[in-house]
Structures are given as structure tokens and as C-alpha cells.
């Protein structure tokens, strides 16, 4: 989550007033749906793991990676064009190979931004084409700071104290 408003800071500001045209933001809302998994089945007489068909025929395990790949693609107003990928790691396979030719082949004035939080989740080859920027755990009173400034826990302190320890530094 902070490492996606970070991100998405920058970006306004690079991009200035073509901020709306110029940027797309795919926010992974799989902790505000409670839902944690892909939508895949298996079936028990088959190896092979199928994927349910939602979307007007094509199947849901690489469609929003094609169109990330055709918005790229397409003219910019500015001079950049951003699209920032909030926990890719939760790509499926087939949407991690999909998204490595775009990857690979980018066009110039075009810039993907991922977030993660296992880098060793993702495909060896998607690592090998980006430069990885780990951002440091936070120190307690830093996270101590955060909670204040946004006013969580204020009515419970021990609750605030212990939430703070439990998070390690990474307050996402």
C-alpha cells in the first residue's frame, strides 16, 4: 500500500497535467474484496488447472494483461506514459508470460512501475528486466508516528503498541 502511494506521488508529480491521461493504476483490491486467491479450478481427473470463463468468452487468466499492453501502446499526451501494478506477484503464470513480452519490447516514453512483497514470487525473467528498489522496514517509532498522524488505534494504546510490533517494519 505505501509503496503504491509512494509510487503514485512520484508519478503525479513527473507527469504533471497529463497525470490523468497518462497514467493507469491497477490496484490489487484482493484485502479489500477478502478475497486471496486467483480465480482458478481444477479438476480432479485433469492435471492441468483450468480457469473459469467470466469475460465475454476469453478467459480471465491474461485478459487485463492485454490491455495493459494495448493502453501502453497507445499514444501519450505527454512525454511519459506510466502504468503502476500494485502486487504483481499475485499475477497467474500465464499473466506473468503475457506481461513479459511488454515487458521486454517496451516503447519508448513508457514506463511500468510493479510493487511487491516477495519479489522471489515472481518470474526469474521478470526480475532479470527490472531494476528492484526494496524499500527498508520502518523503525517502531516511525510506525508509532504513522498510526498517530492517521489516528489509528488512538483509543487503544497496548492495541496500537502491539499492532506496531507485529507488522515488522512494514506497515502495507
Known amino acids: 500500500l505505501w509503496k503504491a502511494s509512494i509510487s503514485k506521488s512520484i508519478v503525479k508529480e513527473l507527469l504533471g497535467i497529463y497525470f490523468q491521461n497518462d ?5 490489487d483490491l484482493s ?4 478475497k486471496l ?11 492441468k488447472k483450468h480457469f473459469i470463463d467470466i469475460w465475454g468468452g476469453q478467459l480471465y487468466e491474461d485478459l487485463w494483461t492485454r490491455e495493459i499492453t494495448r493502453w501502453l501502446q497507445q499514444g501519450s499526451a505527454g512525454k511519459l506514459k506510466v502504468v503502476l501494478i500494485e502486487n504483481i506477484e499475485r499475477m497467474t503464470i500465464s499473466a506473468a508470460n ?3 513480452k511488454t515487458a521486454e519490447e517496451a516503447l519508448p516514453g513508457r514506463v511500468i ?13 521478470i526480475i532479470s528486466r527490472a531494476i528492484l528498489l526494496k524499500f527498508k522496514p520502518l523503525s517502531f517509532d516511525d510506525l508509532m508516528s504513522l498510526t498517530a498522524s492517521l489516528e489509528l488505534f488512538s483509543e487503544n494504546p497496548e492495541m496500537k503498541e502491539l499492532l506496531v510490533h507485529m507488522v515488522m517494519g512494514k506497515p502495507g
Open 37 to 47: 486467491h486467483n480465480l482458478k479450478i481444477s479438476l480432479p481427473d485433469d492435471k
Open 113 to 125: 512501475i510493479a510493487t511487491t512483497w516477495n519479489s522471489t514470487a515472481l518470474l526469474d525473467t
Open 31 to 34: 484485502r479489500e474484496l477478502w
Open 98 to 100: 503475457a506481461f513479459l
Open 23 to 27: 497514467f493507469l493504476y491497477i490496484r
